[in-house]
């Protein structure tokens, strides 16, 4: 049976998502996302975002709603994949693409700078961090980037790149999620 999550705000507010019941699979929470995007509220229009273990989609085509430029969502499973695809097909999100593949393959390919990362990787596999060192050592970032990462409430994020600066922090349920800014 297929799950739905709303998009918030944007374009296609109050549009639902589909996506597949996959072991792992966890959207971001809507009063998260709804957080998350008052802080980020003059970032998202016109910016280039990555969301990697993209799942549902919810962050990466919420981004896409509230106007940005382009959105790429990394997803390894198939079958999420072709739901992403559905979603997108289905709201005419032209400014969205879907790459089916491995979050560290697609990190060690060619790299482009993004403004806006949402990083959401499974709870309880350590994937952050190395994740988050990967985007700034392979030059994914754009100055200033904003970096969101969402995580298991009870993880200690640390080894983050040094000229990380984290502007907001909060807990809700079994998660803690952070919003960082990349100083040059």
Same mark, same amino acid.
């Given at each position: 049976m297929s799950n739905k999550v709303r998009i918030i705000g944007g374009q296609w507010?109050? $549009?639902n998502l589909v996506f597949p019941d996959v072991q792992g699979l966890r959207p971001t929470p809507a009063r998260v996302r709804e957080t998350l &995007? /008052?802080?980020l509220q003059y970032d998202v229009m016109a910016s280039r975002c990555l969301d990697l273990y993209a799942g549902s989609g919810a962050l990466g085509m #919420? !981004?896409? +709603? $509230?106007?940005a430029k +382009? %959105? %790429? @969502? %990394? #997803? +390894?499973?198939?079958q999420?994949?072709?739901? @992403?695809?559905? /979603?997108?097909?289905l709201l005419t999100a032209k400014q969205v693409k879907i790459v089916q593949q491995d979050v560290f393959r697609y990190l060690a390919g060619n790299a482009e700078a993004f403004d806006l990362v949402f990083l959401d990787p499974p709870f309880a596999k350590g994937y952050a961090g190395q994740a988050a060192n990967w985007l700034e050592d392979k030059l994914w970032l754009a100055n200033h980037a904003k970096i969101y990462i969402e995580v298991e409430r009870q993880l200690k994020l640390t080894g983050l790149p040094e000229n990380?600066? @984290?502007l907001k922090h909060k807990t !809700?349920? #079994?998660? !803690?999620?952070?919003? &960082?800014?990349r100083v040059v």
């Open positions: 507010r109050g $549009r &995007f /008052n802080w #919420e !981004a896409a +709603s $509230r106007g +382009s %959105v %790429v @969502l %990394v #997803e +390894s499973e198939a999420v994949c072709r739901q @992403l695809k559905q /979603n997108t097909e990380w600066t @984290l !809700a349920g #079994e998660v !803690a999620y952070y919003l &960082f800014e």
